[in-house]
């Protein structure tokens, strides 16, 4: 219900307000013709480049850990009474990532450093409104440097809703992450602040489809109560 009554929300914001285009002008040099971060080293080498090593780093452990529990011995503890949860983890690593850059590739919808209003070529609209005719697909919708960190929100779901302030408390540190993923594109020129929200959208929608699927939601519940 929540994702729906958010769903609406977004989709009438953008649709009513040029709100994304005034927030992206301040990082717009009209002199230059450019967004000067967008080559900045910190946006564009530290955060854009090696941050997304780093978690996809973060990935691939969190694969090597689920695939070590079906070793023998079968690892104990923690992981021994979350392995479905753990794999939901390593699923929405996968997951994530390919549903937003299905979505991208099908997407109209231009970056900032393509629209009219920041020197490009294409006219801007908004997810409800309708494509220009005769106007390239801008591909860029939504967000998928975001789905490298948005990922992550999967691991408040290992400790719920046993432990719900540790899942809130991570939830809430991968959600800054990702979002502050999205600002310095935004900064860059490479995505408007609806595009990057949209991309947290998705990619908790995509998590709790994964999570149900398995029904992982019910692991560790039973044995806490029996213990």
């Known amino acids: 219900m929540l994702l729906a009554v ?18 992206a002008t301040p ?8 967004f000067p971060w967008r080559f900045a080293w910190v946006s564009k080498y530290l955060v854009h480049r090696y941050l997304k090593y780093a978690l996809l780093l973060v990935g691939a452990g969190v694969w090597i850990v689920a695939s070590r529990m079906r070793s023998r011995p079968p690892m104990q503890g923690f992981f021994a009474s979350h392995r479905r949860r753990w794999w939901c983890v390593a ?13 991208r590739r099908l997407s109209p919808m231009h970056c900032p450093w393509e629209v009219a209003d920041f020197g490009g070529y294409a006219p801007y609209f908004d997810l ?3 494509a220009p005719t005769g106007v390239r697909a801008g591909h860029c919708f939504p967000a998928a440097f975001v789905a490298s960190g948005s990922w992550l929100l999967a691991f408040a779901l290992l400790w ?10 991570v939830g809430v540190v991968a959600l800054l992450l990702a979002f502050g993923m999205g ?15 949209w991309s947290l959208w998705i990619s908790w929608a995509v998590i709790l489809l994964v999570h ?16």
């Open 27 to 34: 990082w717009y040099d009209p002199v230059n013709h450019a």
């Open 183 to 197: 600002w310095v594109q935004q900064m860059r020129g490479a995505h408007f602040l609806s595009h990057t929200l």
């Open 6 to 23: 958010a769903a609406v929300v977004l989709g009438v914001v953008f649709h009513v307000t040029r709100l994304d285009v005034a927030l």
């Open 91 to 103: 699923w929405s690593f996968v997951a994530v990532p390919v549903v937003i850059a299905v979505l």
């Open 212 to 227: 149900a699927a398995t029904g992982a939601w019910r692991e560790g519940a039973f044995a806490r109560s029996e213990g």
């Open 160 to 169: 719920y809703p046993q432990r719900k302030g540790r899942s809130l408390a």
């Open 128 to 130: 409800l409104s309708a």
